[in-house]
C-alpha cells in the first residue's frame, strides 16, 4: 500500500514567506545558490558564504504597513546583495532601487575620506509586474562608457527579474536560475516537490521553509493578512477597471449624441444653402458659426 501525502506550499511572492524561505540566517545556502544563479557567479566569484543583515523575523500585523521586506546579505568580499520581492505595481521602482543601492553604499563608510573601502552592491529586484519595453524576464544594467561600452565604473549593478514576462514550463527549466524563477512563480501550486528539484538540496530546503504545515500560528495570521490585502488591492483594480469601463461607454454616447447633432446641423445647413439662403439666417438657424457655414 503506497501513501502518498500531499503538501501545500506558501506563495513566495507573499512578503512574508518570500523572506522566510530566502532570509533564513540558519538556512543561507538558500540564498546562496539563488544569487549565483541569477548573477551567474561560478568558480571563484561563487559566493560561498553569506550573512544577512536584516534576517526573517515574524513582524507584527500593524508593522507591515511601514516595513519593506527585503534581504540584504554581505558575502566574503564585503560586497552587499539587496534583493527585494515587490507584487504591487510600482512605476517609480527603477528609482526606488536606485536609492536602497546608493544608501547601502554610503552607508558602508563613516567619513569620505573612507571611500578606497567601499564595495560593490548588487540590487537584484523580482517583480510580478513588467517595468521594461524587452520581452527579456532577466535584465541587468550596469554604469558603461557611452561610447567604448567598457565598464569603467563597477560599485553598482542592478538586476530585475519580471515575472509576468517569465512563461517556460519546468521540463523547459534547463538552469538552476530558471528553475529558482519557476519556483517563486508557482512553487503555491505545487501538491508535491516537482522531480526537477528532488536532487538539488537548496531547493529541498526552499520547499521545505515553505511548507505551510511547519509554521507557528503567528506566521500563518501575518501570511494570510498579507494575502488578503494583496487580494483586496487586485479587487479594488478590478472595480476601478470595470468603473472606468462603465464611465467610459457613458461617455461615449455622450459624445455620439453630440457628434450627431452638430452633423445634423451641418446637413440641415448644406440643404438651405443649397437652396440660397442667407448665411446669417443660416446661422441663427442651426447655430453654427458665419465661418463654419461659409465653408460648406
Known amino acids: 500500500l503506497c501513501i502518498i501525502t500531499l503538501m501545500k506550499f506558501a506563495d513566495p511572492k507573499n512578503d512574508i514567506a518570500f523572506k522566510k524561505i530566502f532570509g533564513d540566517k540558519n538556512k543561507t545556502a538558500v540564498l546562496i545558490s539563488f544569487l549565483n544563479a541569477i548573477l ?3 568558480g571563484d566569484r ?3 558564504s553569506v550573512t544577512i543583515a536584516n534576517p526573517y523575523q515574524v513582524p507584527k500585523i500593524e ?5 519593506i521586506l527585503d534581504i540584504n546579505a554581505i558575502n566574503q568580499s564585503d560586497e552587499e546583495f539587496i534583493v527585494e520581492m ?7 521602482f527603477a528609482k526606488r532601487s536606485l536609492y536602497y543601492t546608493s544608501k547601502s553604499y554610503v552607508n558602508q563608510i563613516r567619513k569620505a575620506e573612507e571611500y578606497p573601502n567601499l564595495k560593490k552592491v548588487y540590487f537584484i529586484g523580482i517583480l510580478d509586474f513588467a517595468i521594461f519595453e524587452t520581452d527579456n524576464y532577466i535584465s541587468r544594467h550596469l ?3 557611452q561610447k567604448t561600452y567598457k565598464q569603467e565604473v563597477k560599485d553598482f549593478e542592478f538586476n530585475f527579474i519580471e515575472l509576468k514576462k517569465f512563461k517556460l514550463e519546468l521540463k523547459e527549466c534547463d538552469t538552476n536560475a530558471k528553475k529558482w524563477i519557476h519556483f517563486i512563480q508557482n512553487a503555491e501550486t505545487f501538491d508535491l516537490i516537482p522531480k526537477e528539484y528532488e536532487n538539488i538540496e537548496e531547493f529541498i530546503a526552499a520547499f521545505e521553509a515553505a511548507k505551510i504545515y511547519n509554521w507557528s500560528k503567528k506566521e500563518l495570521e501575518v501570511y494570510d493578512y498579507v494575502s488578503m490585502q494583496e487580494g ?3 479587487s479594488e483594480i478590478e472595480t476601478a477597471r470595470i468603473d472606468g469601463k462603465a464611465e467610459g461607454k457613458a ?7 453630440a457628434e450627431g447633432k452638430v452633423e445634423g446641423k451641418i446637413e ?3 440643404l438651405l444653402k443649397a437652396e440660397g439662403v442667407e448665411i446669417a439666417l443660416i446661422s441663427k438657424t442651426t447655430g453654427l458659426l458665419l465661418s463654419e457655414v461659409d465653408a460648406l
Open 40 to 42: 551567474e557567479f561560478e
Open 46 to 48: 561563487a559566493i560561498k
Open 63 to 67: 508593522e507591515l504597513k511601514n516595513t
Open 86 to 92: 515587490q507584487v504591487e505595481k510600482d512605476i517609480h
Open 143 to 145: 554604469i558603461l562608457d
Open 232 to 234: 483586496k488591492r487586485l
Open 251 to 257: 461617455e461615449g454616447k455622450a459624445e455620439g449624441k
Open 268 to 270: 440641415t445647413a448644406k
